[in-house]
């Protein structure tokens, strides 16, 4: 079984920077590609960011696309997400989820295996 805990979410004025962090537990943590998820108030969970579990494919969201990074150090059990140059409607509660399916593609809630509580990124204008 693995767990996964955000952190390092908060309050931040347009055009600030913001950076994710989702600790792993469990052996099987390198083992698994990760995703970046994020609800809005009012609307679906959408796609932001994966990592496979080596970390040598990553992908994004058209509209982060140059403002985030995603990383991982799996010596650590943590996957990043760093978020510069964030707009108002970044604000969404995100998520991260790893699978066992190690691929890109098919960014859909149902493929991932285990997911974290969220951590709340408010950006205010």
């Known amino acids: 079984q693995v767990q996964l805990v955000e952190s390092g979410g908060g309050l931040v004025q347009a055009g600030g920077s913001l950076r994710l962090s989702c600790a792993a537990s469990?052996?099987?943590?390198?083992?698994?590609?990760v995703g970046w998820f994020r609800q809005a108030p009012g609307k679906e969970r959408e796609f932001v960011s994966a990592?496979?579990?080596?970390?040598?494919?990553?992908d994004y969201l058209d509209s982060v696309k140059g403002r985030f990074t995603i990383s991982r150090d799996n010596a650590k059990n943590t996957v990043y997400l760093q978020m510069n140059s964030l707009k108002p409607e970044d604000t969404a509660v995100y998520y991260c989820?790893?699978?066992?399916?190690?691929?890109?593609?098919?960014?859909?809630?149902?493929?991932?295996?285990?997911w974290g509580q969220g951590a709340q990124v408010t950006v205010s204008s």
């Open positions: 989820a790893a699978r066992r399916w190690d691929y890109m593609g098919r960014y859909y809630s149902g493929t991932y295996d285990y």
């Open positions: 469990g052996r099987t943590f390198m083992s698994l590609a």
């Open positions: 990592i496979t579990s080596s970390g040598g494919s990553t």
